[in-house]
């Protein structure tokens, strides 16, 4: 999928607001997902809310549930959608699929180990919800019959594409001021090919009158993510925690650093000085910390890299927006957190 430069998000990318309209929205030609405008600059917090912990509600089907974990998923920041209706997923369902079958039909490598029997499905996520007032998230899976020597039938259906869209924790400053004709899910997160990922985000686009960005995760973000986790409750197997630094030497050069999670859970409970916040000062004090007692052993300044990747009990993300849930019981507090970033990176 291609994406334009002002796309991609970095520390020192500027862009241009328009004040005619409250939304940057307009309609885009096949094969490219144009990003939405940024803020014309970015505002660090000065602290952030430990949201509460919200398991899989009930109301949650534990199949789809299962299908959110383990994956690596790619994140999008999204404009709210005009004229959107959960009343009408079937009705969406057919026009997607007819979409991709007239893509296929026009010679486009959709997925070669598929026949021609595609097919889109829209379903909600409603256990994906940390406060009443958030959007009821929604399930895209595209699935396709493989040939197989184990199916009776000779053909077995797998799900070749999967996307979804969420708003958990969203600000309800920002929901009140969106009319009601649109629906706000601004973080996407997808698990495929780039081709499908297009052909959805264009029909998208064009059905709703939204944009589509890639989010970068920045490094300051990852301090944040790496510290709100820290305190996270997780049962049974716990990941080591592992904090990678990007060197800015030629040539290019990583530096992994695992830390025991209980020793990293210790050292983050004696900084916090609430349960319910994290303060810029607190983050900025863990990572003192791990840089003192990582120069004390190998003379390296990790202050003078970059974060690009970290991994923690329940989440894995990395700088280019690849993440990967661990754990489902703290599965809809660090959405909050991803949802957060992804309205940052909206120009309203």
Known sequence: MQTPADGVSTPKSKSVSRSSAPYQTSRYPLGCLTSARRRLSYRLPSKRRVPPSTPFQETLDQQKGALLLQKQWTLYSVTPMHNFSYNKLKEYSKHLSATIAAEKQKGVAVDPGTDFN???????????????????????????????????????????????????????DILEVIPETFTCLPLFLINGSETFTTIVGTWFQQAFDCCFGKLVIRSHDLRWLAAMCAGYEVHGH???????????????????????????????????????????????????????????????????????????AVVSAHCDGKVKFFSKDHLVRVLGFFTEIAINNIQY
């Open 118 to 172: 595609l097919k889109a499905s829209f379903s909600c996520l409603p256990g994906l919800r940390g406060k009443e007032k958030d959007p009821t998230a929604i399930l895209v899976q595209i699935t396709g019959k493989s040939q197989t020597q184990h199916s009776k039938a000779g053909t077995e259906e797998r799900i070749v594409w999967t996307g979804w869209f969420c708003g958990t924790y969203a600000e309800e």
């Open 238 to 312: 716990v990941p080591t925690t592992e904090l990678v630094f990007s060197v800015p030497v030629e040539p290019h050069m990583d530096i992994s650093f695992a830390i025991h999670p209980e020793d990293f859970k210790t050292l983050w409970n004696d900084i916090q000085k609430s349960k319910d916040e994290v303060t810029v000062e607190e983050v900025e004090h863990l990572f003192q910390c791990l840089y003192s007692h990582f120069f004390r052993h190998f003379k390296i300044h990790l202050s003078a890299t970059q974060l690009v990747k970290v991994t923690v």
